[in-house]
C-alpha cells in the first residue's frame, strides 16, 4: 500500500519560515520524481515545486522561486520543502505528490498538511 504522509505545517507570521516534509512508504522512492502542490480555499490546486528522482534537477514555480527550497532523502524516502520568508498569500493545503520517472503523471497524492500565514 502506497502512502505519502506530510508534515510540518502549521501557523506562523508573515515573513516566517516552515519546513515541511511527506514520507512516502509502498514505492521505491528513488524511481519516483517527487512534486509539491497547494490549494487554497476556493482556489485550484496549483503546483509549487517539483525534484527529479537523483534530485539533480528542481523546478519552482514563479510564487515560489527564491522563497521555497525542495530537497529529498532517498535514504529516508523523504521529500522536504523548506518555506522561507513566507506571506499571507502562502495559506494553502500543502500536498505531495510522486511520479514515476518518465510517465507524466502524479500518480500518488498524500492527504495534505496545512500552512497558515497571518499577516
Known amino acids: 500500500q502506497v502512502q505519502l504522509v506530510e508534515s510540518g505545517g502549521g501557523l506562523v507570521q508573515a515573513g516566517g519560515s516552515l519546513r515541511l516534509s511527506c514520507a512516502a512508504s509502498?514505492?521505491?522512492?528513488?524511481?519516483?520524481?517527487m512534486g509539491w502542490f497547494r490549494q487554497a480555499p476556493g482556489r485550484e490546486r496549483e503546483f509549487v515545486a517539483r525534484?527529479?528522482?537523483?534530485?539533480?534537477?528542481?523546478y519552482y514555480a514563479d510564487s515560489a522561486q527564491g522563497r521555497f527550497t525542495i530537497s529529498r532523502d532517498n535514504a529516508k524516502n523523504t521529500v522536504y520543502l523548506q518555506m522561507n520568508k513566507l506571506k499571507p498569500e502562502d495559506t494553502a493545503v500543502y500536498s505531495c505528490?510522486?511520479?514515476?520517472?518518465?510517465?507524466?503523471?502524479?500518480?500518488?497524492w498524500g492527504q495534505g498538511t496545512q500552512v497558515t500565514v497571518s499577516s
Open positions: 525534484i527529479t528522482w537523483s534530485g539533480a534537477s528542481t
Open positions: 505528490a510522486a511520479e514515476l520517472r518518465g510517465s507524466s503523471t502524479w500518480a500518488y
Open positions: 509502498g514505492i521505491t522512492f528513488s524511481l519516483y520524481d
